[in-house]
């Protein structure tokens, strides 16, 4: 059997043992259906959705703002990172505001971007940006200032120009860093994103979370949720596979 169809395998254990034990205690009665719907119910709520087109309109919708928040959130986290980080004086100026902004809860900002820019797309994306930020910048900084002192000053008594030192040492020594830092800042963009959709929106799968709510429909809820991971995973996927094949030169230990 081939390895990734192994791996696969593995990796279906947990989730079909949960999914087995939830659909048993439903329809044996351990818990209420109209509290807890099982499985089956949820996947015919998706699928009814499908048909309809709501499904896509409202993953359609997530997805964009989630795309749109980390390319924002990633381009300033990166520049202002890298700025930190090799600039004592920058470190000084800017690193303690930005530290004592990543202590502020994502729920604090909503009704302040709602006032500066409206229930519209701005305030939503900017709030995701700002979740993305925060982790990408960490791992920037930690990345770029971990890296060895003699390896650049081996590249200067080679003869390497500035620029040449930080194409060929810096930038390979703190991608490991940085792509963990994107992976990091998805995931919590996707965070960020219930927090923007729940307020203000008429579209998004966050909207689905308060219209199960308000609806008495824990399977529209439920639903949501399992998109949310869906989605989530299917990103973090993408991002994993281009770590890979960005660091293939690393050598890891591999058990």
Known sequence: MPSFLKTAGLALIVPLLIL???EGATRFGLVAGNQLPAPSAVVG????MAQDGSLWTHMGITMYRILWGFFWGTAAAAALGALV????????????????????PSLAWVPLFILWFG???PSKVTLIA?????????????GIQSVD?????????????QLQIIRRIILPASMPSFLTGLRSGLGLGWMFVVAAELLGASEGLGYLL??????????????SIVLFAFLGKTTDYVLKKIQTRVLHWQDNVKT
Request: charged share 15%; hydrophobic share 55%.
């Open 149 to 161: 002192r003699k390896l650049v000053e081996v590249g200067r008594a080679y003869g390497l120009s």
């Open 130 to 142: 700002l979740g993305v930020f925060f982790p990408v910048y960490l791992n920037v900084v930690g």
């Open 210 to 223: 308060v219209l199960g709510q308000n609806t008495s429909a824990p399977a529209v809820i439920l639903a």
């Open 20 to 22: 087995a034990l939830w």
């Open 45 to 48: 709520t998706i699928w009814g």
């Open 85 to 104: 980080a090799v600039s004592k004086k920058a470190e000084v100026l800017f690193d303690p505001t930005v530290q004592a902004i990543r202590a502020i």
């Open 119 to 121: 229930i519209g797309e």
